[in-house]
């Protein structure tokens, strides 16, 4: 693509590219250095509104690193280089988003349609289906990267920085009490798939269905049917959740002969679902709430510790003395399953009052529920999207964290809903 929308094209459709080489969620920070340097270019710059709240959230985290050497009561570890980067890493991505927003937001419409983008998107969610069917089919499937080869092994080693630059297929997970396969391919983990196959689905409706022709349409309804399958496999009802949420609200939001088509098509669905060999995975998963424990004591210690610095936090995740079941430290030897989630590792609520304490958390809400309060009026199918997505950005907090793909693509659909206004 010619022109300076080229670097939003690179990372959306160009993505099994980044994911290959070991960029994968990091390629944000890759392609924002053009942005940056395009935006500079282009002063004054636009920014939207509500947008203090985020950089407010940015500046939080910056103060919070004061706080990396601390350790809450209950927890134990010692700074090392594994919280720093942690830190470094995710003020880096923070950074990084930050210019996505404000490069789309500036580019006029003739430089980048706004169909074009939605449908970039859409070209993401069609890279996603392919990963996730890779992950169902071949969960086993992974290889070295370049990036992973060029690091040195005190950085490339680390468990954060090895989920980024080390390409897999799929987890592979006792979540029903045997072996099953999760996709997560082509991003970090499997619940970042489940969060942004959603997110995707919705724009690729717009872009394939809403403003596609016959073909397009057609090729849409393969690709969802498609997608069902790994939806399925991902065992993961926070998407299940969302998806559920995501029907209901338009069905409240459109009317007339749209409404009654949703239903029909919902309908539709739903019995040729409850029908396919899928419908039992599916109920097997709801009787088997495995994880329940794990997050309730997550969430409970993380909430304890995050009471000792209530307001700027600790900078980074921590591990809590104990699990669910003992109170034994983390992994040994003779207890290989003592091993849980750090705090603030169960979801991006969780993450930041752990990193940037109770206010962080609430500059976060802010700022998504400031972007549904304004662009609730706009009734366009970009706008119904737009609001709908970032609904599901409030609705996963509970349950994933938002680094590092997810917030990337929560962001770039607040400024495609940006640019609708």
């Known amino acids: 693509m ?142 070295t990267s370049p990036v992973e080869l060029l690091l040195p092994g005190w950085i490339g080693e680390n468990p954060f920085v090895q989920n980024l630059i080390h390409p897999t297929a799929g987890q592979t997970q006792k979540v029903l009490g045997y072996a099953m396969p999760r996709p997560e391919a082509p991003y970090e983990w499997a619940n970042a798939w489940g969060s942004n196959v959603s997110v995707l689905l919705v724009w690729f409706v717009v872009g394939w269905w809403v403003y596609g022709g016959r073909l397009r349409r057609v090729l849409a309804v393969v690709l969802i049917a498609l997608a069902a399958v790994p939806i399925v496999y991902s065992l993961n009802r926070g998407l299940w959740i969302g998806l559920g949420l995501a029907v209901l609200y338009l069905i409240v939001r459109v009317g007339g002969r749209t409404r009654v088509a949703l239903c029909g098509g919902v309908a539709v669905a739903a019995l040729a679902f409850a029908l396919s060999p899928l419908a039992p995975l599916f109920a097997q998963r709801l009787d088997k709430p495995h994880s329940n424990d794990i997050r309730a004591f997550t969430v409970s210690a993380t909430l304890a510790a995050a009471t000792h610095s209530p307001v700027i936090g600790y900078g980074n995740t921590r591990n809590a003395t104990g699990n669910h079941r003992t109170i034994t430290t983390g992994k040994t030897q003779w207890c290989t399953g003592c091993g849980h989630p750090p705090l603030g590792g169960d979801g991006q609520l969780w993450l930041l009052i752990m990193t940037q304490g109770f206010t962080g958390a609430a500059l976060y809400v802010a700022f998504f529920a400031g972007a549904i309060r304004r662009h609730w009026r706009d009734r366009s199918p970009v706008g119904l999207a737009g609001v709908l997505v970032m609904g599901l950005v409030l609705l996963y907090m509970f349950v994933y964290d938002g680094l590092v793909t997810p917030l990337s693509l929560y962001l770039i659909s607040f400024a495609i809903l940006w640019r609708n206004a």
């Open 2 to 143: 010619k022109g300076p929308a080229w670097p939003i094209a690179a990372l959306l459709v160009g993505y099994p590219i980044w994911w290959a080489l070991g960029f994968g969620g990091l390629s944000v920070i890759v392609v924002a250095a053009p942005m940056a340097v395009i935006l500079w270019r282009r002063r004054p710059i636009r920014v939207p509104r509500g947008f203090g709240w985020w950089l407010l959230l940015l500046a939080g985290y910056l103060v919070s690193g004061l706080m990396l050497a601390e350790m809450p009561p209950g927890t134990y570890g010692e700074l090392g280089p594994g919280r720093i980067i942690g830190y470094g890493m995710r003020l880096t991505l923070y950074v990084a988003i930050l210019v996505v927003v404000l490069y789309l937001g500036n580019l006029t419409e003739r430089e980048l349609p706004q169909l074009r983008l939605v449908r970039m998107m859409g070209a993401l969610f069609v890279t996603t289906v392919a990963g996730g069917l890779l992950g169902v089919l071949f969960p086993s499937f992974s290889f």
